[in-house]
């Protein structure tokens, strides 16, 4: 009788970790927006392995640990399984993530797991050549650090791992990867259960930006000459998703679109889409300041499906800006650039930084008034200015000896890690707070929801809900939270006090508690506001209450819009926190 012999297997769990909160509690939800983009790609990679391979059975399994748990059991027990190999990757690492991921890696080797690391902060700290010390203690555990881009080098990482030899580093900042045949971004099945809207994805259609922002790492590590993903291909892949009634809407995560020297064709072939009669295609995209003078490019993006634009603005003091090599920046055009977008019946997000060196906490909040009096833009996000590994600003900060703040955690933009030369830390810090509050007034809101297109109010309210909540209820940054908060209580940081079963459930009760309470004054204030606009003035109480509540779901399936910014843990140094 013949015996058939199994292949080999490999199980590899790509992983995105999460982040530690100032109290040491991991930072979890119930439901988050934007799900990673880094895995998608890395989970897309490795299912073009497995149909290539016939020798070894490969299988992906993706985690998000800002949704969920990581699947330890799992891991041991096929780790434990014969015939098979295991191989954990903890993808899209940026600084503040690093904390946790050393956490999850140290544990995992303890128990002989291979396990690899990549993201930006091992890409940037390793642009120099010379490893710091947080990722030589990660390489003297056995874990491997992945630099670079992996789209041209994914396979041979995974063939290594199926035998056994991972090398102790894989370096590819120098080989930057063609993009045109690259596997297109994709979830396995039910993966965005656990999001706001199954029906969000995110998409890079080029990597790259052209320009030299100082506090900017990408340009370190993608380059500063756009690559594109090939436009047919791109639109093949949103069509497909499309017919099979899932993916609807689109953060097109790359880091400037408009230097993407093929938007002409791509935007062609999305407007082609959604005049096909299918499902209306949807998307948010990020530009710079100058996009809108290219000719043609805002009314192409609006016939395209382009329902929010993210600006890059920084700052209102055009010295900051040539300080830190943004000459692409004219503030006396701003007005004229988001006229543009909003003439076009795009809702215009920008992102401003707090904590240039000429910054001082009243000149700080007399740019916030500006930017709801004068620019009128309908969504801000703020950061604090940071040195993070990789950018330029790290680079002369540590060279002329400027102290850092030791702990990486930190490192999320939403933190002081260095000395301000005109405010203290806590001036620093206090003014960043009430940044959000001068900005996002009740009479803002209203303002800005009676002025935009009817087709782009109801999404713009669903931003409205999710920043209030986040800073009012939560007391943290947009990027950094869902909905509900979730605090495993054996998962906190290590040196953090350790809680009993009964203990962090009297703290649970009250924190869910006031959570509840928080999220009903936001619900008020936002119906408020909603109420009052002239749309609703002749309808009865019951009528507007129907109708902020269908604002809020979207009216129908077709129009479910989700809440969207730039990104899930992400910063401005990585406009795609979805990676």
Known sequence: MQVTRSRPRLEVFLVRPSKYDDAGDLIRHWRCVLPSNTLACLHALTQAVAHRWSDVELHAHVCDEAVESLPERRIRRAA???GTRVLVCLAGVQTSQLPRARDLALRLRAARIP???????????LVGGDAPAELIELEAHGVTLVAGEVEETWESVLLDAAEGRLRPRYDTLTA????AAAAMPSFPPGALRRFVSGG?????TSRGCPYACSFCTIIKVQGRKSRSRDPVRVAEHIRHALERGGTRQYFLTDDDLARNPRWPELFAHLAAIGTAGREPLRFLMQVDLRAHAIPGFVDAARRAGCFQVFLGLESLDAESLRAAGKRQNRVDDYRTAVDAWQRAGILVHVGYIIGFDGDTPDGVLAAIDLLKRELRVDVASFFMLTPLPGSEDHRRLREGGIALDPDLDRYDTFHAVREHPRMTRDEWETVYREAWRRFYTREHLRDRLASVAPEVRTPLL???LWYLATFRVQGSHPMLTGFFRRKPRTERRPGAMSLGVLRNARR???ETSREVAGYARVLH???????SLPSASERSAVGRGIGFLRALAGETAARIDTPTAPTATHTYANRSPSR
């Not at 396990?115 to 700290?125: K, N, P, R, T």
């Open 176 to 179: 930057l990867p063609d993009l």
């Open 200 to 204: 969000l994805a995110t998409l890079d």
């Open 525 to 531: 204030e936002l119906y408020d506001v909603w109420a």
């Open 462 to 464: 669903q931003v409205y």
């Open 508 to 510: 649970r009760i009250g």
């Open 115 to 125: 396990v690899a690391i990549g993201g930006f902060h091992v890409s940037g700290s």
């Open 80 to 82: 434990a399984r014969r």
